[in-house]
């Protein structure tokens, strides 16, 4: 039996332990979430990303993509505590477009994200230098996926460049080479390669820096000849989806529409019929016409979601694997009324705070992103 809140605003107690939230039945754990969620009312805003579970999802206030919920954070007026339902960085990501009095939380603070650890400040900062060697440095645009740490957000405010989603990558990438000949783009390379292709940027001018080798691994003229340098990160869920997928089912079911999220490799989005973001998928299904069948290459939660809210069509998940995000998964009941109930108890667990001068910059290359028409 779970103890309940004693009180509100009381830092002196000792936060309670997580450990008798674990063994709790999960009718339990959803009478305590409700109860927080009614004794808090709008000081409490439960933010949660369309990959999260189904007994997760149905908590928050607000669901969105990255963009959507970077978007919902900055624009919170009443709430004083946002938990997120999502990854790290999106959790820092709300606290450095919220406001100053408001405190972010994450139920599990080993949600993060596989690709985000894929690049790091000292490597990012190593190639920076190394390209200084052989380049202008200052025409070249740092651009960071928004699944990256706030340090490299940071990065990006303080050299002139700019954070992007899986939403507005391609904006994003127009404005960099409005302003400069030249992209570094990070963490994640398949994105970068998509969109900058279907920029009509040639392959010939895209080269993977993999920070683990001198020069990325390239020569010395293929630098100087590169229009976007892609880091060497990808999403280890969404590498799943391969091109013989989308074979099988295109011979299986003739007329399907395959249907992938751009963190897919450049071989599957290339045989696909649409590609976009979260968002979009989610749009894509829900205005196509009944009766219409898809093969949807993006995490596991989100596609038997589709499946089990559009009745009328056929969702296929196009891989024969479980391609689901472990980490996001992370964020469980347990965690979420552990996290909550201490949150109304004036105890509260697992803040995520960007360190000021990290978070200054950060949100200098958030800003841009969010200004772009
Ligand atoms: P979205 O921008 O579509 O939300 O993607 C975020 C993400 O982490 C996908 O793996
Ligand atoms: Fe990161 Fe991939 Fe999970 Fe998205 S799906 S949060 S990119 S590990």
Redesign the pocket.
Known sequence: MIATPAAVDNPGLAALPFETYRQAPNAELNERIEAVKRELGDALLILG???QQDEVIRFADLR??????SQLAAESRACRAIVFCG?HF?AETADILSRDEVTVHLPDMGAG?S?ADMADLDSVEAAWADLGELIDVEDLTPVTY??STAELKAFCGRHGGIVC???NARKVLDWAFAKNSRALFFPDQHLGRNTARAMGIPLDRMHVWNPRLPLGGNSVEAIENSRVLLWRGH?S??QMFKPAHVGQFRKQFPGIKVLV???CMMEVVELADLV??????IKTVENAPAGSTWAVG??LHLVNRLAAENPDKTIHFLSPMVCM?AT?SRIDLPHLAWCLDNLARGTPVNQVKVPDETARWARVALQRMLDLP
């Open positions: 990303h369309h990959y969105g993509d990255s963009l959507k919920l990854v999106m994200c690709m928004i699944n989603t899986s939403t999403c869920v969404h999220h751009p963190e976009g973001s979260t968002e979009f998928i993006t995490e995000c996001m």
